[in-house]
């Protein structure tokens, strides 16, 4: 393992893998491979912007050709995929971009990896392919049942890498990892969309009685654990990254504001969003016995997170325009018309 290209490098979880891994091993060369939508952000690498150890290569995980020319030119062996459309709101209303990359643009990486022999391949997805978790918590080895188009692409492309492991032999190894805080966040995520929007004393739209329960991991320890099982994965299996910080939205909504000194009324109850799954949950056993654990507790990482939206506005303030707005207006406006 030495030339490791990361897909979705420029990205929000991505971007916070190449931070940790230029820095912690100086003896690979990391390789980010982004298409620069607009979740994209080469403001988000900065930090290792001139760092010997690191390369940007603008392309999409769906154009082969520009895949070929960088593993050939950069002689890539290793591949850590975070490229994909991430977001279930936006997969409801378009989902053949979801389609276009966390399916087609995995098969394609998938292939090319095959055909140049490559020593490691490793895919990042979502607790979202388990689906709504009633109770208990998920483990590698339940059945998908995903619910909305982004979980059932994230699912398909999960098991393209699956069947080939099983069926060219592939060393490929899969994480999936619960609702992912903390700095750099595209701010259409629930934490920097209430963070950014109450700052400006505008409201928060929360979807039906938002008593919906989501498992909350830091940042840096999604990376750390994508890092553990790029080193000690086995071939073949997948690995829950778990937050096991399971929290209502409603709490973490008003967590937020009392870090702000904001009051409950800037809370709006809106009409819910379709097949919007109530709880997830999962069991990071697996993980845990390579070795990891979280560095520091929720409360303590999600107060360092607001706070970095506060002292960063140079950072989201110029992305909340164009493109944003217009996205804004197209999931919002309604909703908060009938917001109770």
């Known amino acids: 393992m030495k030339n490791i290209m990361v897909t979705g490098g420029a990205g929000f979880i991505g971007s916070a893998f190449v931070r940790y891994m230029v820095k912690q091993y100086p003896q690979y060369n990391v390789i980010v491979y982004d298409k620069l939508t607009y979740a994209g952000n080469l403001d988000n690498l900065l930090p290792v912007h ?15 050709e520009t895949v070929k020319r960088v593993f050939d030119s950069h002689q890539i062996d290793t591949v850590v995929n975070f490229a994909a459309e991430s977001h279930v709101d936006r997969s409801i209303l378009s989902p053949d971009a979801f389609i276009h990359t966390d399916v087609v643009g995995v098969y394609i990486l998938l292939d090319e990896s095959k055909q140049h022999g490559l020593e490691r391949f490793l895919h990042v997805s979502t607790d979202e392919v388990y689906g709504d978790v009633d109770e208990g918590f998920s483990v590698e080895a339940d059945p998908f049942a995903p619910n909305s188009p982004y979980a059932a692409s994230k699912a398909g492309g999960e098991l393209m890498v699956r069947a080939y492991h099983v069926t060219h032999g592939l060393n490929a190894v899969i994480t999936r990892g619960s609702n992912t805080f903390g700095p750099y966040h595209y701010p259409e995520k629930l934490i920097p969309f209430f ?57 973490i909504t008003k967590q937020i504001l009392s870090l702000l000194g904001k009051g409950d009324s800037l809370i709006k109850y809106v009409p819910d969003r379709p097949g919007h799954d109530r709880r997830y949950a999962m069991n990071c056993d697996k993980l845990r016995a390579l070795g990891w654990e979280r560095e520091k507790p929720f409360e303590a990482r999600l107060e360092e997170t607001v706070k970095w939206y506060v002292d960063n506005e140079w950072w989201w303030r110029k992305i909340k325009t164009g493109e944003y707005l217009d996205y804004y207006k197209r999931q919002y406006a309604a909703r908060l018309a009938a917001a109770e």
């Open 50 to 64: 001139d760092e010997p150890n690191y390369r940007f290569e603008r392309g999409d995980i769906a154009d082969r």
């Open 195 to 251: 963070v950014t929007e109450a700052l400006d004393n505008r409201p928060l739209p929360v979807y039906g009685d938002g008593m919906q329960v989501r498992d909350w991991l830091y940042v840096d320890d999604h990376a750390r654990g994508v890092d553990v099982v790029l080193h000690k994965g086995v071939a073949g299996e997948a690995y829950n990254v778990a937050g096991e910080n399971l929290r209502h939205n409603m709490d």
